[in-house]
Each structure stands twice: as C-alpha cells, then as structure tokens.
C-alpha cells in the first residue's frame, strides 16, 4: 500500500503552522496587506471562466495551477498572520 499523495499545500502548512500564532504584529499586519495584483485577479477571473466553460487550454490550465497554489501559499500565511494578531490582542 503507497502513502497517500503529497500536496506543495500539505508541505506548506507544515513550514509554515498556521495554527502557531508566533508572528509578531507588525509582521502579521504586512503579511495580512499581501494581494494579488488588479491584473493578476483579472487573470485568474479569465482563467476560471474557461475552465469553468470547459475551454482551458493545457498551459493555461499550468498557469491557472500556479495562481491557485499561490493563493494557497498566501491562504496559510495570512491564516497564520490572523491568528498571530488574535492572540496578541492586535485584532
């Protein structure tokens, strides 16, 4: 029997322990301001729209891939940032 698959994700959340409020405040302030850009989000919005009419070409399918891994990425710090602050009283 093989392990179950390992996502970039599951690596991710182990580097980072979102749920280990260690950041300190101005640090989690910065990190909570992180977005993609207007452009990037215009992007993503192209993208999601031909993958949602079946019309995603297989690069942009990597492309799409890459934004929604980022996004992740970016999930868990801020994830991490939020309960930093919670329990900081910086909330």
Known sequence: MSAPAITEADILKEVIAPE????????ARSI???R??????QRIQKLLQANNHGKLASEERAELDK???VGQFLDLLQAKARISL???GGA
Request: aromatic share 8%; charged share 40%; hydrophobic share 40%.
């Open 86 to 88: 919670a329990r900081s």
């Open 36 to 41: 993609f850009s207007e452009r990037a989000r």
């Open 32 to 34: 909570l301001s992180l």
């Open 20 to 27: 280990r409020a260690e950041l300190p405040e101005e640090a």
């Open 67 to 69: 934004y929604l891994r």
